[in-house]
């Protein structure tokens, strides 16, 4: 029986990824991965001043769905070690075949997107307050 004076378990915490040259880096691993892996359209929006909750989002367009796949595989497994976040929390099948995976690392949020599944949503028209960041 636990004494009311013990000590809750710690819950293991994602690692955070302050406005730093650590979270530009991994911005510009995941930019060049996705270069590496012939995305296009790569756009990364700051959203740390028109939302409370969301710091960045990375937006990319690839041709086909098993790209897609290929692309959330390699930032999954590359990333993985960081523990930045949840990662891909949906079946990559269906997020693949939907034509939108999204990848969750704490702070930034990875949007591989078919071009037509990106101009139907518009993230970049929704989000369009957020500043378009560049990264080296």
Not at 71 to 99: C, H, I, M, Y
Request: glycine share 4%; with cysteine; charged share 30%.
């Amino acid at each position: 029986m636990k004494s009311i004076h013990e000590e809750p378990k710690k819950i293991k915490k994602t690692k955070e990824v302050s406005n730093s040259t650590d979270t530009k880096k991994i911005l510009s691993r995941i930019q060049a991965m996705l270069k590496e892996k012939k995305c296009e359209d790569i756009t990364i929006l700051n959203l740390e001043e028109v939302n409370s909750y969301l710091s960045y989002f990375v937006l990319c367009n690839v041709s086909y769905c098993v790209q897609a796949k290929a692309v959330s595989r390699e930032l999954e497994n590359n990333f993985k070690s960081l523990k930045l976040g949840p990662g891909n929390q949906d079946n990559e099948e269906k997020g693949a075949e939907s034509g939108w995976i999204l990848i969750d690392f704490g702070e930034i949020l990875v949007h591989i997107m078919t071009p037509e599944k990106r101009h139907f949503y518009d993230l970049d028209r929704l989000w369009g307050d957020a500043k378009v960041i560049t990264v080296k």
